[in-house]
Structure formats: structure tokens, C-alpha cells
């Protein structure tokens, strides 16, 4: 990617990750500049595709999604083939999907609300995958760290 971002573009990432719901007016107060300048550089940002989305962080407890697992999964489609991560990354359950080196070609993030529902969750719909070979499944006891914030360089 050839897109340059200055020392303001990169503040205004920061802020923004921290807060996507912090208002333009703060925005441009934090950063001493016209509400209507921060607006056209969030907008550039947008439009250059380095902020692809707004999103909001649910406690899955709430939901009583308890239960957080990590599957390792070997399947037949060749390398560079995606159609089986195409296949998982259709099931709700599955938060993220990674095609990964190794012994293994993908490995899934899962939230469902007990071993039961994940038991259902890979008899009812990761069998249906046909390329699918072996799965290895850790379950998680205790999330130390969970983020999905980047490390926003200073220049």
C-alpha cells in the first residue's frame, strides 16, 4: 500500500480506535484544528480504506456465550484454495478465520455458550463441510488479554 499518513492522520487513528463513537467536535479540540478539517481527513481515511469500520465490543457473557475455543483444522482443498475458509466463515459461531502454515490449514476462533452447543456446533455444521479431514480443539479457561487494537506508530 502507497498511502501516506502524517503525524495527524495517525493521532486521529488512535484516537479513534480507542473511541470510534469520540465526536468530530472532540476530535478537532484534542487535536487543535477546524471540526471541519478532522471530518475531511476521517473521511480520507475512509475512502483510502484504512478505516473499514465501526464497530461496538459485546460482552459475550451477556449472551451467555461462556465458552471460547480455538479449532485447528486440516482440510483437503490445496494451499491457496479457499473454499473450506470461505465455508467456515459462513457459520455465526465462528469469529475469525485464519489459513495458517504448518500441519494445519485454518484455525478458527469459536464462541458458543457451553462444550454442549460446541459439540452441536462441529456435528451440525463442520461436518456439513466436505473438505473438512480432523479438527484439534483448545479450549480457553481464562482470557488474560483479548484485543483487536493495532500498534499505531508515532512519527
Same mark, same amino acid.
Given at each position: 500500500m502507497?498511502i501516506e499518513? #502524517?503525524?495527524?492522520?495517525? /493521532?486521529i487513528?488512535?484516537k479513534m480506535?480507542?473511541?470510534?463513537?469520540?465526536s468530530?467536535?472532540?476530535?478537532a479540540?484534542e487535536? *487543535?484544528? =477546524?471540526p471541519?478539517?478532522v471530518?475531511?481527513?476521517?473521511?480520507?481515511?475512509e475512502?483510502?480504506?484504512?478505516?473499514?469500520?465501526y464497530t461496538t465490543?459485546? #460482552?459475550?457473557?451477556?449472551? #451467555?456465550?461462556k465458552?471460547l =475455543?480455538?479449532?485447528?483444522i486440516k482440510? =483437503?482443498? $490445496?494451499?491457496?484454495?479457499?473454499t473450506? $475458509?470461505? =465455508?467456515l466463515?459462513k457459520i455465526?459461531?465462528?469469529?475469525e478465520v /485464519?489459513?495458517?502454515a504448518g *500441519?494445519d490449514?485454518?484455525?478458527?476462533k469459536v464462541?458458543?455458550n457451553d462444550?454442549t452447543t460446541l459439540? $452441536?456446533?462441529m456435528?451440525?455444521?463442520?461436518?456439513?463441510?466436505?473438505?473438512i479431514?480432523?479438527t484439534k480443539?483448545?479450549?480457553?479457561?481464562?482470557?488474560v488479554? *483479548? #484485543?483487536?487494537?493495532?500498534?499505531?506508530?508515532?512519527?
Open positions: 502507497d499518513l #502524517d503525524k495527524t492522520d495517525l /493521532h487513528l488512535q480506535q480507542s473511541n470510534s463513537r469520540i468530530n467536535v472532540e476530535l479540540r487535536l *487543535e484544528m =477546524a471541519s478539517a471530518l475531511e481527513r476521517v473521511k480520507k481515511l475512502q483510502k480504506k484504512v478505516i473499514t469500520q465490543n459485546i #460482552d459475550p457473557d451477556f449472551f #451467555d456465550q465458552l =475455543a480455538f479449532i485447528f482440510a =483437503a482443498d $490445496g494451499l491457496g484454495c479457499n473450506t $475458509g470461505q =465455508a466463515a455465526p459461531e465462528v469469529q /485464519h489459513q495458517i *500441519e490449514c485454518y484455525l478458527v464462541r458458543t462444550s459439540m $452441536g456446533l456435528r451440525n455444521k463442520f461436518s456439513k463441510i466436505p473438505n479431514l480432523s480443539t483448545t479450549i480457553v479457561l481464562e482470557t488479554k *483479548e #484485543d483487536q487494537k493495532l500498534v499505531i506508530p508515532k512519527k
